[in-house]
């Protein structure tokens, strides 16, 4: 997906069309939670500001979201979306304080981790993701990688602006072209490090363990992860490792 923030005008019509093609309830346009996967910086006004920006799910290539996941309830598809299923997530909240971006929510009524899924239904089906094909004045974009990579660069190069999101932890599947600074745009500074530095708790990595979240099922799921596949844990509980690891399924 590309995003050019010189083209957004701030309607938020991406936002509504976000919401309805994912069954989400209307209101609250302008902070990321349960019902809200998708925001346009800064929280104000549609029209009252001259320089907009793009905030959800950035679809990384290497997705610290999965890494940490001790159900594996994280997928990142080849095509490029990171899906949450929220039949296996047990309310754990790691990937909500892994997250780089901190685009992640919890649905207060199931207690599972929400967030952008990029629609992969309707890409399965040909079509673009409802916020690409709403957009009024073409400021989102969607096709191939190779394909919204070179769109980005040659308007980077014409507008003098940044490309965020090629690099920034390890690289992603959501490109933004800013004519201004990432920051000015509402942007987190990420570095290129595949996998960065997490913040989950101490206390949620001692207690985790040891809590009954998700139930019996859950609990089992984890356990048996853990032992079947050690190599997971660093990414949990230690320092990230050099390697990344493989996380399609």
Not at 39 to 62: F, L
Not at 120 to 146: H, K, Q, Y
Not at 182 to 200: D, L
Request: charged residues 20%; hydrophobic residues 35%; proline residues 8%.
């Amino acid at each position: 997906m590309l995003f050019d923030a010189g083209k957004c005008i701030g309607c938020r019509q991406c936002v509504e069309a976000c919401k309805d093609a994912n069954d989400l309830p209307r209101g609250n346009q302008y902070s990321i939670g349960r019902s809200t996967w998708l925001t346009i910086e800064p929280p104000v006004p549609d029209g009252q500001s001259a320089i907009w920006g793009r905030n959800s799910c950035m679809h990384c290539e290497y997705p610290l979201c999965a890494a940490v996941c001790p159900v594996e309830a994280i997928t990142k598809y080849a095509e490029g979306p990171v899906v949450i299923d929220r039949a296996t997530c047990i309310g754990c909240d790691y990937c909500i304080h892994a997250c780089p971006w901190g685009v992640i929510a919890k649905d207060d009524l199931s207690g599972k981790a929400w967030k952008c899924t990029m629609n992969p239904e309707r890409i399965t089906a040909g079509e673009v993701p409802a916020c690409v094909e709403v957009c009024p004045v073409d400021a989102l974009d969607f096709g191939l990688a190779e394909e919204m990579q070179q769109k980005a660069s040659r308007r980077v190069r014409e507008s003098g602006g940044t490309l965020y999101g090629g690099h920034e932890a390890g690289g992603t599947h959501v490109l933004h072209v800013l004519p201004q600074s990432p920051a000015q745009h509402g942007m987190r500074t990420i570095g290129p490090e595949r996998y960065p530095q997490h913040h989950i708790p101490l206390w949620k990595k001692i207690k985790g363990p040891l809590a009954l979240t998700g139930g019996a099922a859950g609990k089992w799921r984890a356990v048996k992860n853990a032992l079947t596949k050690p190599w997971r844990l660093p990414y949990r509980y230690w320092h990230r490792p050099e390697k990344p690891m493989d996380l399609s399924r």
